[in-house]
């Protein structure tokens, strides 16, 4: 059995800007051309990581599973420094017809019922390790009160106070941060923590909250 590893190297936080170089007159289309091929490189070797080291990850999109328009959309103003872990607190399904079916009940509660723009979460994972893209990347979410403009809101599809999470769903999100790293979405040292590590509540449930360090070990 082939074995392959891939190293995958930040770019240097002293590159210059696209403005430096054209007050330096420096600045040629052969630079954003350059660029361009380096921003597509960062995407391809994010998704090689995820295939070679990690299995395939499936993201359902928006478009997928039939998500509302939002009716507003703020972007982060810089990479998310906080990854915040969830749960839904309902019930937990592996079927994907069921998962997205919940996916629209969550998103209209979030909506009619909290008055938020959208759903709250970034991400949402089912049992079955499927992810389910929320806001997405780079978008403010509204899942952790005081915390939503410097984080990724990721949730748990399930009540995790008695269920344990399965490792399908822990191996998938794992997957998905080293994807956000990559594409420059999460910043590199980024802080984990769950929900009731920043606000006054039991999410993401105990069981789900005892299994976090599986998560940090993407780092």
Not at 48 to 70: C, D, F, M, Y
Not at 171 to 196: P, T
Request: glycine share 8%; aromatic share 8%; charged share 20%.
């Amino acid at each position: 059995m082939c074995s392959w590893k891939i190293t995958l190297v930040p770019n240097s936080r002293h590159a210059f800007t696209r403005k430096q170089k054209e007050e330096q007159g420096r600045y040629t289309s052969r630079d954003h051309t350059s660029r361009s091929k380096q921003a597509l490189i960062r995407q391809l070797h994010s998704l090689l990581l995820v295939i070679v080291t990690k299995g395939i990850l499936t993201i359902v999109s928006r478009l997928e599973w039939s998500a509302a328009t939002p009716r507003n959309r703020e972007a982060l103003s810089s990479p998310a420094q906080r990854v915040i872990i969830h749960h839904t607190a309902l019930a937990n399904y592996t079927n994907q017809k069921q998962c997205m079916d919940h996916l629209l009940s969550i998103q209209r509660l979030h909506m009619k019922d909290r008055d938020f723009d959208d759903i709250g979460y970034n991400f949402l994972v089912g049992a079955d390790g499927t992810v389910y893209e929320g806001r997405g990347w780079g978008v403010v979410g509204a899942h952790t009160k005081g915390y939503n403009h410097d984080s990724l809101g990721i949730a748990f599809m399930g009540n995790f106070n008695n269920d344990a999470p399965s490792k399908e769903a822990i191996s998938s999100v794992k997957q998905l941060l080293h994807s956000g790293v990559f594409q420059g979405f999460l910043q590199s040292q980024f802080d984990l923590f769950g929900h009731k590590d920043l606000g006054n509540t039991e999410c993401p449930g105990k069981k789900l909250y005892t299994a976090l360090p599986q998560l940090r070990t993407t780092r």
